[in-house]
């Protein structure tokens, strides 16, 4: 297919009339979209038009359930896919919406099993370690890359995967950047790759490369939500705001309740004006102030209070990065929990897994032994309350952190690793704590 062609294609009209698929499809969908970014909204018309099809036939269910994740529909593509028609393709992205999900061990089972309905044996393998590397099994996921042989080794989503998998590891960094190079040689629109590359960039304060690889990451479909945050960052602090909003609409095409996104757009759409930054502030210092809300202040079954005890769910915000599945999936949490658990955030305006791609992992405790029980209670109250300047303000929110308590766990180097925060910035945050009688790990 030339490119005049797909200047007048009509993707809508691929997708609902051809019978076959498989990867060879989606790859051509992917292609498409990243060509021109004009056709996702015909992916978007096309799953419409198949979602109302009461008479659509398990092959037609696999097709839809494969397109519901292209958009970033994770869960309705799992459940769609579950009741498709069994095939390796089926099995597969049933495999990468769990994983999208964060339900890794899962994710395994599923591609073990689209393996041994025929998938690319080496594909589903990579993306195996992929999950042990997200669980926290790193070496698990090195000694599964180790064990892959022949022409799979000159992929870029193995090269990718193993640069991934060795930065995780730490320590290692020119062979990370070697091996994410080596990707992006290999295929030049590897978003994994160009995102991984850009990272590495930004934290040396190679800056207008950065630029260049996010950009490139963003022309991939589909891309990473993390590609499209950063540039727009970057694009805002260029003052390039148009620029910025089309990022931030990206990630809202596919994930339209992402709360946080929908602060960075109406941030950028202000074009930089003080009165509606703070305006912005106090929006976030709202939603901070809700998702550290603790659980127990509202009125929940002493079922649901048990369940949501033993999973460690704390918070308002432990909820929201919590998918309806990990809930029911904890013994003696049924529907009548889940219903009373959705009720009660969306009185709050929120929902489950709202936040469940933020999910952080677990940083060191904070020691409050030598802490009077008013300067404990000091931690849970929200990062506003330390009136920080914007652009301070800004690295809380790239860094995720809401609570005094989460800011206490960082060190000074990990904050000054944030992109834009400097040595001003990071005294300014000392001086805050210091009034306080709070410092920073490490410090």
Known sequence: MNE???????????????????????????????????????????????????????????????CLFLLGRFSDSLQTLQSADGSATALFYCARSLFELKQFDRAIEYYENAQKAGYNADQCKIFIAESHRYSGRIEKAMLLLDDIFGPAEQTAEYMYQRAATVAAIGGRRDEAITLYQRAVQTDENHAGALFGLAWENDRMGNDDEALKLYERAAKAFPTGVGALVNLGLIYEDRNEFDKA??????????????????????????????????EMQRRNDRLAQTLNMPVANFELSVRSRNCLSKMGIETIGDLTRTSESELLSSKNFGETSLIEIREMLSSKGLKLGQFAHEKKTTEPPVDTSHLSPDEQAMLERPISDLNLSVRARKCMARLQ?????????KTGDELLECKNFGVTSLTEVREKLTDLGLKLRGD
């Open 401 to 409: 952190l809401n609570s005094i308590g989460e800011l206490l766990r």
């Open 4 to 66: 005049v062609e797909l200047e007048v294609v009509d993707l809508k009209e691929i997708i609902l009339s051809n019978n076959s698929f498989g990867p060879n499809d989606v790859a051509e969908i992917r292609q498409m979209i990243a060509e021109n970014y004009g056709h996702f909204a015909e992916l978007r018309d096309a799953v419409n038009e198949m979602e109302t099809d009461s008479a659509i036939t398990p092959a037609g269910k696999t097709k839809m359930g494969v």
């Open 245 to 278: 909003q089309i990022c931030y609409k990206r990630i809202l095409d596919a994930h339209p309740d992402d709360t946080r996104t929908q602060l960075y757009m109406k941030d950028a759409s202000a074009n930089g004006n003080m009165l509606y930054d703070e």
